[in-house]
């Protein structure tokens, strides 16, 4: 397992959407774009404090290139930038898959390092090539260099243990119908029925309590293992599946209904705009996307 961190270097290549024009500043337009969205808790409340926000981390960054001999690249950030113009006011659920949203990816600190390599994070950014990132594997700081674009397909290397020689381990997702297997490479997912080690490599998401893959339970069944068929949610109070609360009603556990999180009050609400949640902060910051 490993934790993402996720920065303006993670978070803005999220948004791979047409970019803002040539001729407007992409990054008034960026901050123009947030600042007009109706966020109830607004991160910035005018242009101009955004920009400065966004210069003062551009300091930052170019300085930490400086003092890590890497490269800064502020046309890359430019081009992240526009991608949170485009935007606009969509809410997460309403945006493009995770891979599709992610890439291309483009660090704005970067090195030249290859996917595979042991690596060091920078001010948003690391020692890797410029369309990859470092990804911590331990709490040593160890890290390995990955592609977030690159989808490996069947046959494929899909696991990179720590470079470090530590513990800790990246697995990518594999093209559909495939799982990284024990052999680190993607492997075709179990059919039902299947001895299984892991949920992702069953076809149906689902290796049971006896370690059998399995179509998981639907409405009203029993989930004493905690797992549910999509969409549902497991009510531990009374071990059933159910469907998640919608707008309006109590979280489930956390959960709720497509288009809904549960906020501060632990009530289910819309999803506000992904940009609702943009900061443009320390790479060591985590951030949750809008909503």
Do not use: W
């Not at 992240?80 to 006011?89: K, S």
């Not at 559909?176 to 992702?200: I, K, N, Q, V």
């Not at 501060?264 to 506000?272: F, S």
Request: hydrophobic letters at 35%; one cysteine or more; proline letters at 5%.
């Amino acid at each position: 397992m490993f934790t993402r961190a996720v920065s303006l270097s993670l978070v803005l290549p999220l948004l791979s959407l047409v970019a803002c024009g040539k001729d407007e500043d992409p990054k008034r337009a960026a901050c123009q774009s947030i600042v007009d969205c109706a966020c109830t808790q607004p991160e910035f409340t005018s242009v101009d404090a955004c920009l400065a926000e966004i210069d003062g981390t551009l300091a930052e960054m170019k300085q930490a290139a400086a003092d890590n001999g890497l490269v800064y690249d502020e046309g890359c950030y430019d081009e992240l930038l526009g991608r949170v113009a485009a935007l606009e006011c969509q809410p997460l659920a309403d945006l493009a898959g995770f891979t599709d949203l992610l890439c291309p990816y483009c660090a704005p600190v970067h090195g030249e390092k290859a996917v595979g390599s042991a690596c060091t994070v920078a001010r948003d950014g690391s020692d890797c090539a410029r369309d990859l990132v470092c990804i911590g594997l331990d709490l040593e700081g160890a890290g390995v260099c990955v592609s977030l674009c690159d989808v490996p397909g069947p046959g494929e290397k899909c696991r990179y243990d720590n470079p470090s020689g530590g513990t800790g381990s990246y697995a990518a997702n594999c093209q559909d119908g495939h799982y990284c297997g024990a052999s680190d490479t993607c492997e075709a997912t179990l059919s039902d029925g299947a001895t299984c080690s892991s949920d992702d490599s069953c076809a149906s998401g689902n290796c049971n309590a006896t370690n059998v893959c399995a179509v998981p339970p639907g409405k009203g069944q029993s989930c004493d293992d905690l797992r549910c068929a999509e969409p549902l949610v497991c009510d531990i109070d009374t071990s059933t599946c159910v469907d998640r609360p919608g707008i309006g009603q109590p979280c489930l556990f956390g959960a709720c209904a497509d288009g809904a999180s549960c906020n501060d009050m632990d009530v289910c609400a819309a999803q506000e705009a992904f940009v609702c949640g943009i900061e443009f902060t320390s790479a060591d910051e985590m951030m949750s996307p809008g909503g």
